[in-house]
């Protein structure tokens, strides 16, 4: 069963513009971590927000979480044609296990 | 991930047939991961193991089996495969907690795409 559900599924925009990816989910959280997938590639960690922090950083993206709306958002600012992949996110409640969303496709155009 | 190495790449076999997917890695991690990927779908978690005595089902275990040879090898096996087990399969690494609730980063290998008949 998927915890986390990211909007929107697909999302198309032009090269220096930002893109925002959003995730919900349903039970409470220990932390939240964003993955990114090149085609054909295995997932890459991008950043964790603890349950405890409402926004973190990373280069050239920005992570908010806000655990009463049970909520996240994903934000990539300038973006670049290399930043075209899938967004997955993934929660860690209070077992051992992180699950993970459907994902957003992200297509930057150059 | 080049540290996480899958083995096949690629696979296409037959109906009813034993298949084993291998997994190796260099990070020196004591966790490890089978994942299944479906077109569109996010990952779901077959098998997990802490360490190499310490062995659990995931949400999709049924009609999986696995082993974990050493701290640096962990294999899936599909003992009889059938058609809907056509999926990406991944592996993952990550190091042990720290703390209450500190989860580390995963790492990905690159996946082995199997196909079955």
């Known amino acids: 069963s998927q915890q986390g559900e990211e909007d929107p599924q697909a999302l198309s925009i032009q090269e220096g513009e930002n893109a925002t990816m959003n995730c919900s989910y349903k039970?409470?959280?220990?932390?939240l971590q964003w993955y990114r997938q090149n085609s054909g590639r295995g997932l890459v960690h991008l950043i964790l927000?603890?349950?405890?922090?409402r926004e973190k950083h990373s280069g050239r993206l920005r992570v908010t979480l806000d655990t009463s709306k049970k909520s996240s958002s994903l934000l990539i600012t300038a973006s670049r044609a290399a930043d075209t992949a899938s967004y997955f996110c993934a929660t860690r409640g209070s077992n051992y296990k992180l699950t993970f969303g459907k994902g957003t496709l992200l297509t930057v155009n150059p | 991930d080049a540290d996480v190495t899958q083995t096949p790449r690629n696979r296409i076999t037959k109906t009813g047939k034993r298949i084993m997917l291998e997994c190796s890695q260099t990070?020196?991690?004591?966790?490890m991961y089978w994942y299944r990927q479906d077109p569109g779908l996010g990952l779901q978690l077959i098998y997990y193991s802490f360490d190499v005595k310490d062995i659990n089902k995931g949400e999709i275990s049924d009609g999986y089996s696995v082993s974990r040879q050493a701290q640096a090898k962990f294999s899936l096996s599909l003992e009889s495969a059938i058609p809907n087990q056509t999926a990406l399969y991944f592996c993952?690494?990550?190091?042990?907690?720290?703390?209450?609730?500190?989860?580390?980063?995963?790492?990905f290998g690159d996946g082995t795409r199997l196909s079955i008949l």
């Open positions: 993952a690494t990550s190091e042990k907690e720290v703390g209450t609730g500190e989860n580390q980063p995963q790492h």
């Open positions: 927000i603890r349950s405890n922090e």
């Open positions: 039970t409470s959280i220990n932390n």
């Open positions: 990070k020196g991690h004591d966790r």
